[in-house]
Every structure is written in C-alpha cells, then in structure tokens.
C-alpha cells in the first residue's frame, strides 16, 4: 500500500506548477501557497479559467492588499486611445484619461489612472503608429473651451500680415480676446540625459492635474528625436498672470528644477514659431533654476550650501514700442534704461525683453528707427558731448589754417568745450551676424549693470560692408580707462577687429578719408590666436 500524498495526473501537473512559480515571482510565495486550495479545486479548467477565478477569488479575499494590481488585468491601453478632429485645423489621435468618465467610483478612477501611468511611462513606452501624444485631463476640463473661433481668428491674422509693423504682441493678444483663444502651456524641457527625471515629474504632475489641481490638462508627447524632450502643463486664460504663474509655484513644488517657459495657445493655432519673420519671442515667460551658494556658517569649515532659487522673466505686458524715444540730433531709437525701473526683478525682465525683441541680425527695424541702445545706471544725457555749436564754430576757424589741423589740436579744442565721449567700433562681416547677436546680449548686459562703459548700441546700418556694435566711454582722453574697457570687451569673447574713435570726430563731420589726412580711429585692437591675446596700436603717437 502506498503511504504519502496522491500525486496529480501527468497533464494537470504542468497548469499547478506553472502558476505556482508565476504567481511566486509577482505576489511571493505566501500568496501562492494561499492559491493551492483554488487551483487543486479548478485543475481541469483551463490556464486562463485558473487564474481568473483562483487570483480574483483566493487572492483578492486573503490579500486585499493585492487587489489593485490584479484589476489592471481588466484594462487595456487601447480603452483609453480616440481621436480628436480639431474642425478641419489638427486631426491628433491619442490616449486620454478623463477623471469625469467615472464620476461615482472613485476607486475605480484611481485604479484606471494608476493603469494609465504605469503603461505610459515617456522613455519607455511604444508608441503606436499614428499616435501622438497621451493627456490626462483635470475633472473641469471643457472640450474647446479656450480655444475660440479658429477660422476668424486666422482670417483676422491674415489681413494683419498685409501691415507687418503692426505685427506685435499687443496685437496678436488683441486678436486672441477678440476670438476668445485663450489658453497657454508651459513647457517644461528635459535633455536626453534627463529622461527619467521626466517619468516621474510626469507622474506627478498627471495626478495633480486628475486630481484638479492643476491646470486643465497635461501632455506628454512621441519623441521626435529632437534636442529637448517635453511635458506640457495647460491653463485656461494666458492673460491671467496670477493664475499662470500659480500653476508654475505647483508645479515646482513636485520637484521640477529645469527651465521652462510659458507660450500661449494663439501662437500655436497662427503657426507662429521661434524664428519667425516679425521676430516676436513666442514664450512669454521663461522660468529657470538658478543655484546659488550660500555659507552655513561663519567658519571656513563648514561646506556651502546649494540653494535653488526661481527666476522669473515676463514678456506679456511688452512691446518694443514701449522703448522707443527720440533724440534732437540723431532721430528715434529704441533705448533701455536701468534707472527707469526701481525693481530689480522688473529690470531684468524688461531688459529680456528688449534683448529677445531686438536681435541685430532679424529684427525688423520700423521706419526712421535706426539703432538700439541699452544704457549704463550711470549714464547722463549729453554729458561728455559738451558745447557742440561752439566746438563747430571754433572748428571752422581753425579749417581756414590747413597746416594747423591735427589730432593735438582737435583734441584741444574737445578740451576746451567738454566734448570728451569716444566709442570702441566692433565689425562683423556678413557671415558673422550670428557672432554680433550673442555679443550684443552680452556686452548689453554687462553695461546695464554698470560694468562696461556708458551704453552701447546696434543699429541697422552697414558700414563698408560691416556690421558695427558700438560701447561708448566718458573720456577718450583717458587711456586707462578707454584700454580697461577694451580688456573687459576681450573677456565677453569678443575676438573680431575693433577701432577707438574720439566722438569729437563724428560731431565735427570727420571721416576716414578727409583733407588732412587725420586717423580718426586712435587706436586699433586686433586678437592674436596663436597668443590668445589683442594687440593694440595705438594712432596718436
């Protein structure tokens, strides 16, 4: 007689095993040994009729902590994909979660938004062809709402364009109220390297937005193999700078520390994008994360501390116009002064403004504008420039005696009226446009905070062939501080061709080639490569 427990028929034994070991390896072996009694009860179904009725009976009864996980076998992905036909303008097909869609079950809406999040994780997922994007909505999403009437608003844009100097902010947000296209997004930008900080940002950030927290809805989109991965937080109203930037203290909250930046809906629907032919900077505004050292205590000892602090710059108040003045003698410029703002945050974000707006080698410059000139704190209207009328009067006497004009003596006569201002000339060639735009921000901000000479300028104009930055000085008589200036213009990476020339010249209508065969540049600067280093020559000995 044969002692000991029955062994199970050849072909069942296979099913028990098998689900022993899988179940083993998700929910560990206490809750396999819990299914035993199940699966000697339901051997002769099938695989699938197994686990159905052992898992959801036996394990969700004894293990309620494992009931969530096993739901998600009910779901599927493709429950959550439609597509979206935006009246002929997008046709997007996607995956959505709509909270509203489960209304009376909250359980359930959480356990289909934990599907939905663990199956679309950005840098893993496999996107479907066809599809786009996937969202989760906040529960007082509106289809449409914010989006207003597209065709007028594209048809008003049209008729626009016919008038390109109108083409502003300040028009495109009027067009916008007018059609009631309302919505903005800020994008939040991830590098390559940061993709798994996106994962779970994201996670976060879908919850919030399910949960009503923030914004109307969120989006994560296919990877379009460009430099910079995306999630994109929407809000209702972009005219609303309290309720925006509310959604952007949320968002840093869930522990986003890269940059982003704030663009509204209407850019989007009017195909207006970062290079476009009005120039216009299409995000309003830009948020970054700037660390900042700060010491713990007084004692060398002790390490610095890495805080982040948040830095905010608005664009949507703005428009170039704002910053256009005029001078007697020289016709309209735009100008920015630092002193016209008491706020240094204000400061910073209008001078954003103005160097994003006016770049040298895009910016459309209006009729009769000329130039663009960004100003010193320490700047004074007209000093340096001294008594012009008498200078010109002095200068004709002196040109009806030839042999007596030269530079000693045209420095005399500055002297003595006070007309001490010289510049520092930059030149680019045209294929070195792009170089002039990155030193003009540079130079622009270094003298808006006083550290580089009295203002500098752009201006439109092309002088033999060249394109010319101007940084202006207080004395030209004083060689330390006309060559201090040059030294801090080298350390911007400045490295093309500069001249020094006295404004004495300018006010007295002397060029380059003129009858006594003056050097109206005092000194030259040119960079050595191979010494990393300018050299400067120097014209008034």
Partial sequence: MSHGPKKCHYEKRPVRAAYFFFVRDFWGAAAACALNKGLEEKE??????VLQTALYGQLKSKFPAFSTSTQHMELKLSDFRSVVDYKGWRTVERYAFNPRDYPDDQSEQQRRLDFFLESIVPSKFEWPAGVEEARVWSPDYVEDEGLGDRESLITDWEELKLTPNRVNFRTIKELALAHKCLRGTWLLFYKPCERKNRDKEWARIAKATAEGKLGIFAKVQRDMGVTHYFTSVFNSNFTNKEEVMSIERKIRRFGVKGQMVFKPSVFTVLRMFGNNDWSMSVSLILSTSEIQQVRTSQRLAFPLQLLSQHQYFYTMDFKPSDFMSSENYKGSLYAFNPRDYKDESEQQRRLKYFLESIVPSKFEWPEGVKEARVLSPSYVEDEGLGDRESLITDWEELKLTPDRVNFRTIKELALAHKCLRGKWLLFYKPCERKNQDKEWVRIAQATAEGNLGIFAKVSVKQWDENYITWVHTNNFTNKEEVM?????????????????????????????????SLNVSTYTSYWEPDEDRSVIKDKTK
């Fill in 484 to 516: 201090s200036i040059e030294r801090k213009i080298r350390s911007l990476g400045v490295k093309g061709q500069m001249v020094f020339k006295p404004s004495v010249f300018t006010v007295l209508r002397i060029f380059a080639n003129n009858d006594w």
């Fill in 44 to 49: 002769t179904q099938t695989p699938k009729t």
